[in-house]
């Protein structure tokens, strides 16, 4: 089976532009994740989508958003970028999200930075 | 509110030693999942191993193991065998009764030394 993939894989953006990251699944798996991982803060939890639909979210604001298509494919946007965004965005997949027993497996992350 | 801790902010160990690295958590949560990832230079999170809270059993994958002691609150991993290829950042990560959210302690980075 083929991994999460995440594109692109480098992204350089300026202060007050938008930009959106994209992310498949493994194959069968219908909840995606969404991490951020800056190094003052660590890895915090974005989102998580399941059949199209937003079933938690993490203390982000606003500007953080995300959709699920029908194929489970998921995208996240963010808008009016501020230089604090730079960070590795990681997104995950797993069969059903649930909580406690099941793995999230890792795409290889989208790095972006902000100018 | 949850919180894990890995205590050691990097090591070194050499070629063919095991490393032990540590984490603590703080729940009152019964039901939870224990994970260890490791981060390479490249960014990508790989799962190595897996403890559910009402596991008899110590976990073990291949050189993995896990040592779990649910009362001391404590979920170290050993990796048997260190290899150069070891070298990276591990993160210790729990998941509880919420959907697709894991939360993850500060990393401990290793580094192996021939």
């Known amino acids: 089976k083929a991994g999460v993939t995440q594109t692109p894989r480098y992204l350089i953006k300026t202060r007050g532009q938008q930009v959106t990251l994209s992310c498949s699944p493994i194959?069968?798996?219908?909840?995606v994740s969404w991490y951020q991982q800056t190094p003052g803060q660590g890895l915090q939890f974005l989102f998580e989508?399941?059949?199209?639909?937003?079933?938690n979210k993490g203390n982000f604001p606003g500007r953080f958003s995300g959709r699920q298509f029908s194929n489970s494919r998921s995208e996240m946007n963010v808008s009016t970028l501020e230089l604090g965004d730079s960070a590795l965005y990681l997104c995950?997949?797993?069969?059903?999200?649930?909580?406690?027993?099941?793995?999230?497996?890792f795409g290889p992350g989208t790095r972006l930075l902000v100018l | 509110a949850q919180k894990i801790t890995q205590t050691q902010p990097g090591m070194f160990v050499q070629e063919k030693e095991a490393v032990t690295l540590d984490c603590t958590y703080d729940?009152?949560?019964?039901?939870?999942?224990l994970f260890w990832y490791k981060q390479p230079s490249s960014g990508e999170m790989i799962f190595l191993i897996y403890?559910?809270?009402?596991?008899?059993q110590n976990a073990t994958e291949g050189r993995y193991s896990l040592n779990f002691q649910k009362a001391r609150k404590s979920a170290n991993l050993v990796i048997s065998a260190s290899q150069l290829g070891d070298s990276a950042m591990y993160f210790c990560?729990?998941?509880?009764?919420?959907?697709?959210?894991?939360?993850f302690g500060a990393g401990t980075q290793v580094v192996v030394t021939p």
């Open positions: 995950a997949s797993s069969a059903l999200g649930g909580g406690g027993q099941e793995t999230q497996y």
């Open positions: 194959s069968g798996h219908r909840s």
């Open positions: 989508y399941f059949s199209e639909t937003q079933r």
């Open positions: 729940t009152s949560d019964q039901s939870y999942g």
């Open positions: 403890q559910g809270s009402y596991d008899e």
């Open positions: 990560a729990m998941s509880f009764d919420s959907w697709g959210k894991l939360q």
